[in-house]
């Protein structure tokens, strides 16, 4: 179990899991970010070039998404997210609550 606060994932990775609590991450320039069960993200933001993916059990919560990519995988949970010019992706079994959409695009696939 960790926290982390303010981080900036650039060029490299970052995964949370079991107890793991982000806040305030930025995720960019071929950075990507995984969030496992049990991992919490809040206050993401995930800009140009960088991506975020939530597996089963894992929750993010109040992203924001410039120019990046999100996935929402089987089982996991994005609340209050914010598209601006990215692209959201939710598979089949994802949950995403309260998403707006200002540019970009999000799709939603069935499984």
Known sequence: MAIYTSTQIISSSMILSSGDIANSMTVADGGSASVYSGGTANYTT???????????????????????YMSINSGGTANNTTINSGYMSI?????ANNTTINSGYMSINSG
Request: hydrophobic residues 25%.
């Open 46 to 68: 995930v800009n140009s070039w960088g991506s975020m993916s939530v597996f089963s059990g894992g929750t993010a919560n109040n992203t924001t998404i410039n120019s990046g």
């Open 91 to 95: 598979n089949s079994g994802g949950t």
